[in-house]
């Protein structure tokens, strides 16, 4: 078997391949022909290029590279992607890196694998050539437990269930109906994009600019990927209406047994006196559970407070980095440690 590299710009003619190779490893929805080609369509600059190791039809590895510094490359990482741009079969760590580095353009001198998942790829023990470093806790919650969801809700902590108990009781005293909304369907998409967007730009990201708008090229990833996944019924957006009022949303995908919650905006003059995500989530986890359709809840963000009263399911994700020479690497090591 041997190294293929072609520019990402043609990723379509190679879609093929990555579908059958996504089919037969690690079916995250993050790593889905769909989701590949809305971040290189929208976030791509054409310096970007795929790589595929195998021997005529018969592929193992494929992933989307891009260099950064003089002779170092990493995988293509938009911030709308929760995990680094690569995909193989089997979850044990990849042991073809060096052939890679010989095969990439240029004096390819180190390759950077980030923000890699392990319960996609396994971490590896550091090497002669190979250095991993923690990235960030991250959380989930399994489905699959006896007890359905009230088994699930009453192992959370109590003050998290008395609270939002006690929030649901005011509304409906204040005669205030809530309403849980799932959409699924392409031509839904777009407008589920810009309420999202409405709802996000109301509050602090408006101010720094990190907001979706239907406008910019965020709202433009998000609205052509999510209605590709719709096509084939694996997008689902979550509106949460208090009354007449949009209060929270979350964007999603499905894929491999899973949901990933991509983005969740709330309606934040609410907070004062509610917490409309955890009210939607309640109800939305209810939901996920009584359809038994998947096993798991993905957040893929950074570990919050709240996330631990969701769930004590955490795991670490980590970068991997491969040396050409052991050298190379020993001197990055001392470098980091200065």
Same mark, same amino acid.
């Given at each position: ?158 003050? /998290?269930?008395?609270? =939002? ?6 509304? @409906? ?5 809530? !309403? #849980? +909304? ?91 006196? /509610?917490?409309?995500? =955890? ?6 986890? @209810? ?5 038994? !359709? #998947? +096993? ?43």
């Amino acid at each position: 078997m041997s190294w293929s590299v072609v520019p990402a710009a043609g990723f379509a003619a190679h879609a093929g391949r990555w579908r059958t190779l996504h089919a037969n490893g690690a079916a995250s929805p993050l790593l889905a022909v769909e989701f590949v080609e809305a971040l290189l369509a929208v976030f791509g600059t054409g310096k970007e290029v795929l790589v595929w190791h195998g021997s005529g039809e018969d592929t193992d590895t494929m992933a989307i590279l891009t260099p950064s510094r003089f002779g170092i490359w990493n995988t293509f990482q938009p911030a709308q992607a929760p995990v680094g741009l690569w995909l193989q079969r089997g979850g044990q760590a990849p042991a073809t890196l060096q052939s890679l580095l010989l095969a990439l353009p240029g004096p390819a001198l180190a390759l950077g694998l980030t923000q890699c998942d392990p319960m996609l790829m396994a971490r590896p023990a550091d090497g002669a050539t190979l250095r991993t470093l923690d990235y960030i806790q991250t959380a989930r919650v399994s489905m699959h437990g006896p007890g359905g969801f009230e088994a699930y809700w009453q192992a959370r902590g109590k003050n /998290l269930r008395n609270n =939002l108990k006690k929030q649901r009781n005011r509304l @409906r005293q204040d005669g205030v109906e809530t !309403r #849980l +909304e799932i959409c699924r369907a392409p031509h839904e998409m777009a407008q589920a994009v810009a309420d999202y967007g409405r709802l996000e730009g109301s509050g602090w990201k408006a101010t720094g600019g990190t907001a979706v708008d239907a406008a910019n090229d965020q709202g433009r990833f998000y609205e052509t990927m999510l209605a590709a996944f719709a096509r084939r019924g694996a997008a689902s957006v979550y509106r949460y209406w208090l009354g007449g009022r949009l209060a929270a949303m979350d964007l999603c995908v499905e894929g491999g047994g899973c949901i990933v919650v991509l983005k969740t905006a709330y309606d934040e003059s609410l907070a004062h006196q /509610l917490s409309p995500a =955890l009210l939607m989530r309640e109800e939305a986890c @209810r939901s996920l559970f009584e359809d038994g !359709r #998947l +096993e798991r809840i993905e957040f893929y963000g950074r570990v919050m407070e709240w996330h631990l009263r969701w769930t004590d399911e955490v795991r670490t994700m980590y970068h991997l980095n491969a040396y050409r020479w052991p050298g190379l690497a020993a001197l990055h090591a001392l470098a980091a440690r200065k």
